[in-house]
């Protein structure tokens, strides 16, 4: 059937190591979770883009590229997995719950995330304040970041950090790993309430 658009699809393929690569099924009770960066950034800039916001143009201009031209965390995994004790990584294309949710499924493990520990810029936050939304639920559903979860030993937390503020990428503890009969929480201010895992949702209305 003609169409006058063209679509373009893409696979890559590649190998690792062996015994290098980082999966999503070791995660083990007590790690705790870390991320790369800061989330909801590539949502916000969607908002942008839906609907009139007034905010400053550098602002603009921060949500927009998070948004069109996620930083690929590739020197980040790199260095992760030299490390030789984190137990499993996943990227944020879907929100942290989504992603948070997969690596639970796959380690059989429960988790607990910390609501006011997420990462968030000050340019989400603006945009946020802005549209009358919730920069949190931008940063646990939103799409697009690309930012890097790993669950980490608790004792090599700070080496952790350490290892990737070398070249200038914060890590932030946003969460930890339970025993998969606990389930998922999310740790608010105003109470303990399960964690709803679903993310960004590419075919929704």
């Known amino acids: 059937m003609y169409t006058p658009t063209i679509t373009v699809g893409l696979t890559l393929l590649g190998t690792v190591p062996v015994g290098s690569a980082l999966l999503r099924s070791r995660a083990e009770p007590g790690d705790l979770l870390l991320v790369t960066g800061t989330l909801g950034k590539a949502a916000a800039g969607l908002e942008i883009l839906r609907r009139e916001v007034s905010v ?17 965390r590739v020197q980040e995994g790199r260095i992760l997995s030299s490390l030789g004790w ?7 294309s879907d929100g942290l719950a989504s992603e948070v949710g997969h690596l639970c499924t796959q380690s059989r493990v429960g988790v607990e995330i910390w609501w006011e520990a997420l990462p968030i810029a000050p340019s989400t936050r603006d945009v946020a304040r802005a549209c009358a939304s919730c920069p949190e639920e931008w940063a646990l559903t939103g799409g697009e970041d690309y930012e890097l979860l790993m669950a980490v030993p608790a004792d090599r937390v700070e080496a952790t950090q350490e290892a990737l503020q070398k070249i200038g990428c914060a890590l932030t503890a946003v969460g930890r790993i339970r025993p ?3 389930g998922g ?8 309430w399960p964690l709803n895992f679903k993310g960004y949702d590419h075919f929704r209305s």
């Open 86 to 92: 984190v137990h499993a990584l996943i990227d944020i």
């Open 185 to 192: 929480t999310l740790v608010h201010p105003e109470g303990r």
């Open 56 to 72: 400053a143009d550098g602002i603009r201009k921060q949500v927009l590229e998070a948004h069109y031209r996620p930083w690929p």
């Open 180 to 182: 998969r009969d606990e």
